[in-house]
């Protein structure tokens, strides 16, 4: 089975410039994770779909940050604007639903200068 | 406190075992997870223990679980090179997943 697949993998942009992020969940995982983990911390979410409907989102900037999942099965994060401290890896996970396993793609390595 | 808890780094000797503690925050949490993460790849699901056990086992893994102090550890019997990574420890509280920060365990040949 595919797992679950991101891209970029690695972004360089400067600050106050705009980043998207593409997500791929593994095929019939209903619920999927942002992710934003910054270097020696764990992964914080910042916002989780069941379907395409949004279940919590309470630590996602909003002022900057927004996310989508159409049709319930991709999904993008994006920033605009961008600022240095947005410099993280940011990781999206799938799961049959949120009280399954959660499966995690590579990651989006992401440096704001 | 509102966070999970774990020392930072580990370092042990290859051969021997290696044992990862854990603090969470919630005696509701319902599961509780170990993921391991390599460099450049997201994290894996190791194992997990469901809140009304004491003790898990799985080949080299076994984790063990306090409930009454919060207390989660991991223990990796027969410590191999290939099991340097970082250790994350997890739990969850309702349909959320919260995360402590990672014990990087270092294996010296």
């Known amino acids: 089975e595919a797992g679950v697949a991101q891209s970029p993998r690695y972004k360089i942009i400067e600050k106050r410039q705009s980043v998207a992020f593409w997500c791929n969940p593994i095929?019939?995982?209903?619920?999927l994770y942002w992710y934003q983990q910054i270097l020696g911390q764990g992964p914080k979410l910042l916002i989780q779909?069941?379907?395409?409907?949004?279940?919590?989102d309470s630590q996602l900037p909003k002022d900057r940050f927004s996310a989508e999942r159409l049709k319930g099965v991709d999904s993008t994060l994006k920033i605009q604007p961008a600022k240095l401290e947005d410099s993280a890896v940011y990781l999206c996970?799938?799961?049959?639903?949120?009280?399954?396993?959660?499966?995690f793609g590579p990651g989006t390595r992401l440096t704001v200068l | 406190g509102e966070d999970v808890e774990q020392s930072l780094f580990l370092s042990v000797r290859e051969g021997d075992s290696s044992v990862i503690n854990c603090t969470y925050t919630?005696?509701?949490?319902?599961?509780l997870y170990w993921y391991k993460q390599e460099p450049g790849a997201g994290l894996q699901l190791l194992t997990y223990?469901?809140?009304?056990?004491d003790m898990k086992q799985d080949q080299r893994l076994t984790v063990l679980l306090n409930k009454k102090d919060k207390h989660l550890s991991l223990r990796i019997a027969d410590t191999q090179t290939g099991d340097s990574a970082i250790y994350f420890c997890?739990?969850?509280?309702?349909?959320?997943?919260?995360f402590g920060a990672g014990t990087r365990l270092f294996v010296k040949a």
């Open positions: 919630d005696s509701s949490s319902t599961y």
């Open positions: 996970a799938s799961s049959l639903d949120y009280r399954y396993e959660q499966f």
């Open positions: 223990i469901f809140s009304n056990m």
């Open positions: 095929s019939g995982h209903a619920t």
């Open positions: 997890a739990e969850r509280k309702g349909f959320k997943t919260i």
């Open positions: 779909f069941q379907n395409n409907g949004v279940v919590d």
